[in-house]
């Protein structure tokens, strides 16, 4: 007896779930009537609309993430030639003062020998 009981209690609950669930969809009949269908129709336009929305988007992102990247790297091979040439100017600089520069002991000698001469 236990069991038919048992059975019984779950019948009545189904029961009522499927009762409420008619009712449900007569109350959306009363509000909506027989534009439900379109209003369905509707969303599923909205909503493939902003499907197709987001996928454009994600490809413009996309497309926005290459050409930074793509600047990115072109800035970068372009500052790097930059500091070469910067570092090559730099180092011929450097060169052509130490050419120019004067040693103290060999001015030193110079201006002795000078005034070696002048003297004689």
């Known amino acids: 007896?236990?069991?038919?009981?048992?059975?019984?209690?779950?019948?009545?609950?189904?029961?009522n779930e499927v009762?409420?669930?008619s009712k449900i969809d007569a109350i959306?009949?009363?509000i909506f009537g027989e534009n439900i269908q379109e209003y369905n129709s509707e969303?599923?336009?909205?909503?493939?609309?902003?499907?197709?929305?987001k996928k454009e988007l994600e490809n413009l992102i996309d497309?926005?993430?290459d050409l930074l990247t793509?600047?990115?790297d072109s800035l970068s091979t372009d500052l790097n030639i930059r500091i070469t040439e910067v570092e090559d100017a730099f180092n011929e600089k450097l060169d052509n003062l130490n050419d120019k520069k004067l040693d103290r002991k060999?001015?030193?000698?110079?201006?002795?020998?000078?005034?070696?001469?002048?003297?004689?």
């Open 106 to 120: 060999q001015f030193g000698k110079l201006l002795m020998t000078l005034g070696e001469k002048i003297s004689e």
């Open 28 to 30: 959306k009949e009363l």
């Open 63 to 65: 497309e926005t993430r």
């Open 43 to 53: 969303f599923q336009a909205v909503r493939n609309d902003l499907n197709n929305k």
């Open 19 to 21: 009762n409420q669930s």
């Open 1 to 15: 007896m236990s069991k038919v009981k048992t059975s019984s209690k779950s019948k009545p609950s189904n029961d």
């Open 70 to 72: 793509q600047s990115i």
